[in-house]
């Protein structure tokens, strides 16, 4: 068992080593809620590289996720049950998935039902489409897949602001909100994609359709920010959304990404703003 603030060390150094795009706003939210956030992320980032990892096989990710779902679903989340489900594959997972338990207990009790919850629909959700192998063919199937990947962090987002303060926020927009930074990673990612053999692309759509689709959802998740009144919250979720239309806009020209001092001149703006 780990004590409070040795977790809460460990908790960061491996959301850094997880996540360019969540670190940064996590890092400057207050002691609280960077704490509830980061807990939150790491329970969300655990399934989602277990349900990215190329050494399983698609029907060992849905039974991993989809006992995972129902291991989130109990009131005391049963670590012991967890370690002897991830058991055979033990040596090849990362940390963030392993420590799945660990993530769970630093969550401030207020709100960790709320973002167990959460974790276990998009568990279920994953499991799902690695049972589908990934291949979107319609729009509705893409707005599935985006809902179950990334709207539900917008979800749980929601959660989080209402329990921190009272901050209420439209739930749909804050679907909005995901899908479009993970229809910006669709577009980013689009050849890896397809040399993995999944398709996020819906049949007869082109790059174009995708932009719109991106940029659709992220002015709504421009809406969703409007209702934000608490300068933390809303620096948080200006930041990834800041970087999302500058992805955007760089992936039109013909880039590959920004660079690293593009995310950095982006961030200051947000904070000096």
């Known amino acids: 068992m780990r004590d409070g603030a040795k977790l809460q060390k460990e908790a960061m150094h491996i959301l850094k080593l997880t996540s360019r795009t969540f670190y940064i706003p996590i890092k400057l939210l207050k002691p609280t809620l960077k704490k509830t956030v980061a807990s939150a992320y790491l329970c969300m980032r655990a399934i989602d590289e277990i349900e990215d990892h190329e050494d399983l096989t698609n029907?060992?990710?849905?039974?991993?996720?989809?006992?995972?779902s129902d291991l989130l679903q109990n009131h005391s989340f049963d670590e012991e049950a967890y370690k002897k489900?991830?058991?055979?594959?033990?040596?090849?997972?990362?940390?963030?998935s392993k420590r799945l338990g660990d993530w769970v207990r630093f969550c401030p009790t207020g709100i960790v039902e709320k973002v167990k919850k959460s974790t276990s629909i998009m568990a279920d959700g994953m499991a799902e489409w690695a049972e589908k192998n990934w291949q979107v063919k319609t729009k509705e199937d893409l707005d599935d897949y985006t809902y179950y990947v990334a709207g539900l962090v917008g979800v749980m987002l929601s959660d989080i602001w209402e329990w921190y303060d009272g901050t209420k926020t439209?739930?749909?927009?804050a679907i909005a909100y995901g899908?479009?930074?993970?229809?910006?990673?669709?577009?980013?990612?689009?050849?890896e994609d397809a040399e993995r053999g999944v398709q996020f692309f819906p049949n007869n759509w082109t790059r174009e359709d995708m932009f719109n689709y991106a940029e659709g959802n992220l002015s709504k998740?421009?809406?969703?920010?409007?209702?934000?009144?608490?300068?933390?919250?809303?620096?948080f979720c200006k930041i990834p959304l800041a970087l999302a239309h500058r992805t955007l806009r760089a992936l039109k020209n013909g880039e590959e990404k920004i660079s690293r001092n593009e995310v950095e001149e982006t961030v200051e703006e947000i904070i000096n703003d």
């Not at 489900?85 to 963030?96: F, G, K, M, R, T």
């Not at 809406?223 to 919250?233: E, F, G, M, R, S």
């Open 221 to 235: 998740a421009d809406q969703y920010i409007k209702d934000i009144d608490t300068k933390t919250i809303l620096m």
């Open 179 to 191: 899908r479009g930074l993970q229809a910006v990673n669709v577009l980013r990612n689009q050849d």
């Open 170 to 173: 439209d739930r749909e927009l």
């Open 59 to 68: 029907e060992t990710k849905s039974d991993i996720l989809r006992k995972t």
């Open 85 to 96: 489900l991830l058991e055979p594959h033990y040596s090849i997972l990362p940390d963030v």
